[in-house]
């Protein structure tokens, strides 16, 4: 059902949030002025307020809040009732002619030192869920997951339990992840991803079967300086754009 949605998530995600949003907000305002000067201006007053708004690492502080269920880090006493710990992908940068080869993403690679750092803790296997997403180009010959595994071999000399490098998206990766963890008798696992992911991550991964004990990372900072935090920024935009896109992805699941 509504299998048609896929290819067109990231045409949709890019019209629907910020900062496209609102600069079509803005736009409309400008082709307004031909017909009515009052609803031109407060179109394009109310796209520019709303663009500052959403730029503000602050407001993206709020809304995370407000939209999304933020979680503790785990305990070592969850930690020790899981079976094994789960990785959740974050892309993969193309575009890496330091290392001749394409490497995960910040945020991806910050993932997979951190279920190291608990495999550290609690020898359980490590498990690294992602494929090649929806807006993935076609020049992407590797997967997530097998870049995930380059690296973790190149700077921990650790290899993966298992990995799966086909699933597209969150709903795929928890899948996909049942369909090769569960006939090993792993239903209880310690999921890691970043803590504005985790509430439709958690979701997912229990509604395809598993036992989840959240182990978050990656929080949304709270405002540390006033001077600064309520001024946009590009970080703050990005900010705000995640936890919204994680919003409605909640709604569509």
């Known amino acids: 059902m509504f299998s048609w949605i896929g290819p067109l998530k990231p045409l949709l995600s890019a019209l629907i949030l910020p900062p496209v949003s609102p600069l079509l907000l803005i736009f409309a305002g400008l082709l307004l002025l031909r017909f009515s000067k009052r609803w031109a201006q407060a179109a394009m007053l109310s796209g ?20 999304l269920l933020s979680y503790p880090p785990i305990a070592s006493a969850d930690l020790q009732k899981a079976q094994a710990i789960v990785v959740l992908g974050g892309g993969v940068e193309l575009h890496a002619p330091e290392y001749g080869q394409p490497i995960l993403t910040e945020r991806a690679y910050q993932s997979l030192v951190y279920g190291r750092y608990l495999k550290t803790l609690h020898d359980l296997p490590l498990f690294y869920s992602g494929g090649k997403g929806w807006a993935a180009p076609s020049s992407q010959t590797q997967s997530e997951a097998q870049v995930a595994a380059h690296a973790l071999k190149r700077d921990f ?3 993966f339990y298992l990995s799966d490098g086909d699933s597209r998206d969150t709903r795929e990766n928890a899948l996909r992840s049942f369909a090769l963890l569960s006939p090993q008798g792993i239903t209880r696992i310690a999921l890691v991803t970043q803590d504005w992911h985790m509430q439709r991550s958690k ?12 182990a978050p990372l990656g929080y949304i900072q709270p405002p540390l300086r006033w001077e600064t935090d309520f001024i946009p920024s590009g970080s703050g935009l990005e900010k705000s754009r995640i936890v919204l896109r994680e919003w ?3 709604l569509h699941y």
Do not use: I, T
Request: net charge neutral.
């Open 248 to 250: 409605l992805g909640r």
């Open 157 to 159: 000399g650790m290899s």
């Open 48 to 67: 520019a307020l709303l663009l500052w708004v959403l730029s503000c690492s602050a407001s993206a502080y709020g809304l995370n809040q407000l939209l």
């Open 203 to 214: 979701m997912l991964f229990e509604a395809a079967g598993f036992q989840v004990l959240p």
